[in-house]
């Protein structure tokens, strides 16, 4: 499984974009790359997942470079609620039997 | 979307005690199922990989003695905290997808487990 890295904190203030960027030099052919968002004593949500170029849902819009060595979970318009970790996750998920594993995450604190 | 459900949200128990938590799949089949420990402040840990009708596969360190799983139905699996101690205490979080090619993974709401 590739090895992500990501920054540890992150501060915004309402009504910002945030933008989270993740490495993942060593990415596969057949890994895909997930967000999820965890508040505190809740278990991780998922965010979005994408394989390459852009995705975007109703949270968040993901950005993935054509070499895919790194992503950017962007946030538009954060309020109070979006404080929370963030983990990025790169792995075959569709391999039967994966496991996420997740790393350090960065920790984003919204302010108004 | 599927839902994952853990039970309890939190327990408390006497050291030395055993605490059994529940994890459920409720609108979907899940062969495999995921057993994760996050202390304060930390990162989710993988502690093992739990399949149906099949015995766990443990993360190195994870001492298969003590986290004791079963995953008897394709909708649930419980973990088993043997001889709790205070050191074991920790959020205990479990996963599952709602297939081999699901490429969704989906959390329970974790357990808080405090030993005394």
């Known amino acids: 499984l590739a090895k992500t890295t990501q920054p540890i904190s992150m501060d915004s203030y309402e009504g910002q974009e945030v933008n989270i960027t993740c490495s993942h030099n060593?990415?596969?052919?057949?890994?895909?790359i997930t967000w999820y968002q965890q508040f505190p004593s809740q278990g991780p949500r998922f965010i979005i997942q994408?394989?390459?170029t852009k995705v975007t849902n109703e949270v968040a819009s993901l950005f993935i470079p054509a070499d895919r060595k790194s992503s950017t979970l962007s946030l538009p318009r954060v309020s109070l609620s979006d404080t929370a970790v963030y983990y990025c996750?790169?792995?075959?998920?569709?391999?039967?039997?994966?496991?996420?594993?997740f790393g350090k995450g960065t920790t984003l604190s919204v302010s108004s | 979307g599927a839902v994952v459900s853990q039970h309890p949200s939190r327990v408390i128990c006497k050291s030395g005690t055993s605490v059994k938590i529940e994890c459920r799949s409720l609108?979907?089949?899940?062969?495999?199922m995921f057993w994760y420990r996050q202390f304060p402040k930390q990162s989710l840990m993988l502690m093992a990989t739990?399949?149906?009708?099949?015995?766990?596969?443990?993360e190195q360190g994870v001492e298969k003695d003590k986290f004791l799983i079963n995953h008897a139905s394709l909708t649930l699996s419980t973990l088993t905290v043997a001889s709790a101690h205070p050191e074991d205490s920790s959020f205990y979080i479990c996963?599952?997808?709602?297939?081999?090619?699901?490429?969704?993974?989906?959390f329970g709401q974790g357990t808080r487990l405090t030993v005394v």
């Open positions: 739990s399949n149906e009708g099949s015995k766990a596969t443990y």
């Open positions: 060593n990415i596969a052919t057949n890994d895909y």
């Open positions: 609108d979907f089949q899940a062969t495999t």
């Open positions: 996750l790169v792995g075959d998920i569709g391999r039967a039997g994966t496991a996420l594993i």
């Open positions: 994408g394989y390459k």
């Open positions: 996963s599952a997808r709602a297939s081999d090619r699901d490429t969704e993974a989906f």
